[in-house]
């Protein structure tokens, strides 16, 4: 994606990067960018915080809009505009299209806010594409996050009361009662959805 450089304007919606913009807490962002300018050579555009409903999404694009500078010089319209940039709350870290829906940039902001790291690798993995399916996946599939996919087999063990069994069992048997938990986690790899994230692996079950 071609980005424009949103940090060398003094005007109004043109200067977006500065500290004084820059929002207290880690929330998500977009920069929407007026297209009528950007192809006339101008910057215009807007930090725009996405984590509000559609409603303030648009209302903000709009006055971005309205105040395009080409705009002014030479009455043409700007009605188009486009997503150039995106930081904050793990927002940069999934694949957002320049042309993504004002709506579904509130409804991804809304699913990062609920639940973090687990939608964005699965995101990562997916693709935003179905949103709906996100949705569901990272509410009614996710199992849990672990360190690695070794520890996530000895949770497994641990459920299973493996290590209590073995415990219990004749200490003539015990030598041979052993936990092959390399084996069990190339096991959970084939039947689980298991991907890497931020601090280890995040566990989701597709058969839920």
Same mark, same amino acid.
């Given at each position: 994606?071609?980005?424009?450089? &949103?940090?060398? #304007? ?5 200067? =977006?990067? @500065?500290? %004084? /913009?820059? &929002?207290?807490?880690? #929330? ?12 006339? +050579? %101008? ?15 648009? %209302? ?8 395009? =500078? @080409? ?5 043409? %319209?700007? /009605? ?9 709350? +793990?927002?940069?870290?999934? &694949? ?30 997916? +693709? ?6 996100? *949705? ?7 199992? +849990? ?5 070794? /520890? ?10 493996? =290590?209590?069994?073995? *415990?219990?069992? &004749? ?34 079950? =597709?058969?839920?």
């Amino acid at each position: 994606m071609e980005h424009s450089n &949103p940090h060398q #304007r003094e005007e109004e919606h043109t200067q =977006p990067d @500065t500290d %004084a /913009e820059r &929002p207290s807490v880690d #929330r998500p962002r977009i920069y929407v960018a007026s297209l009528l300018d950007y192809t006339s +050579g %101008a910057i215009h555009g807007a930090w725009i915080d996405a984590g509000q409903d559609v409603a303030a999404l648009e %209302a903000t694009v709009q006055a971005m809009l309205a105040a395009s =500078p @080409t705009a002014a010089g030479t009455g043409e %319209a700007a /009605e188009a505009w486009a997503i150039h940039d995106f930081d904050g709350g +793990g927002l940069h870290r999934l &694949p957002l299209g320049e042309h993504e829906s004002l709506a579904d940039v509130a409804r991804i902001a809304q699913l990062l806010s609920e639940h973090g790291e687990p939608f964005i690798v699965l995101a990562q993995h997916a +693709g935003l594409d179905d949103l709906d399916f996100l *949705e569901a996946a990272v509410r009614d599939s996710f199992v +849990g996050h672990w360190p690695s996919v070794e /520890e996530f087999a000895e949770h497994v063990f641990d459920d299973m009361g493996a =290590p209590t069994f073995i *415990e219990n069992s &004749p200490r003539h048997l015990r030598p041979f009662l052993l936990l092959n938990v390399e084996k069990m986690a190339e096991q959970l790899e084939t039947e689980l959805t298991i991907l890497d994230g931020q601090g280890g692996v995040y566990v989701f079950n =597709p058969n839920t």
